[in-house]
């Protein structure tokens, strides 16, 4: 699966926030839990020890996620030369030939599990409304076939540029 490595700026400290909590809260928490239980004695038999062990080690794999991906990452901000056209960031609404209507925001991958209505940047929905205007027709391919899209609106959160 391709991967394109952008974000918006909310997405990119969202990230932040997380990777922050979790080296700097749930981790030491969880690493005293983990001494504590070591101390009782026997580790075999000690649930304590077993479950907050495993905890760190999960969260240690998030933190080396984490980290990796806010240094690969280039954030995307608003530009006014973006208005009228769909471009990453958009909220898009599209409508079909059957007058099903559907809303969404273009963002990157590791944005889309933030919000249901996230939608990759890699999609074949984004991949071609991608540099279309309102009142534009998309064709979307798709396994089940090709999808017939308008584009009813086009919407940017403004606030995100610097």
Do not use: H
């Not at 699966?1 to 997405?11: A, E, H, Q, V």
């Not at 599209?94 to 273009?106: G, L």
């Amino acid at each position: 699966m391709m991967k394109t490595p952008l974000i918006t700026r909310t997405g990119f400290q969202k990230l932040k926030d997380e990777l922050n909590q979790l080296w700097y809260e749930e981790r030491p928490e969880v690493t005293r839990k983990v001494t504590w239980a070591a101390s009782l004695g026997d580790r075999s038999e000690n649930a304590d020890y077993q479950y907050n062990k495993k905890r760190l080690r999960e969260i240690d794999r998030r933190i080396r996620y984490l980290t990796r991906c806010i240094e690969n990452l280039k954030v995307v901000d608003y530009s006014p030369e973006q208005e009228g056209q769909v471009f990453f960031g958009a909220w898009v609404e599209v409508e079909n030939d059957d007058e099903e209507v559907r809303r969404f925001r273009i963002v990157g991958y590791d944005e889309i599990f933030m919000d249901p209505r996230y939608i990759s940047i890699d999609s074949p929905m984004a991949r071609a409304l991608l540099k279309k205007g309102i009142g534009d027709e998309a064709i979307v391919v798709t396994p089940k076939g090709e999808g017939y899209w308008y584009i009813n609106s086009i919407e940017y959160e403004k606030s995100e540029s610097i």
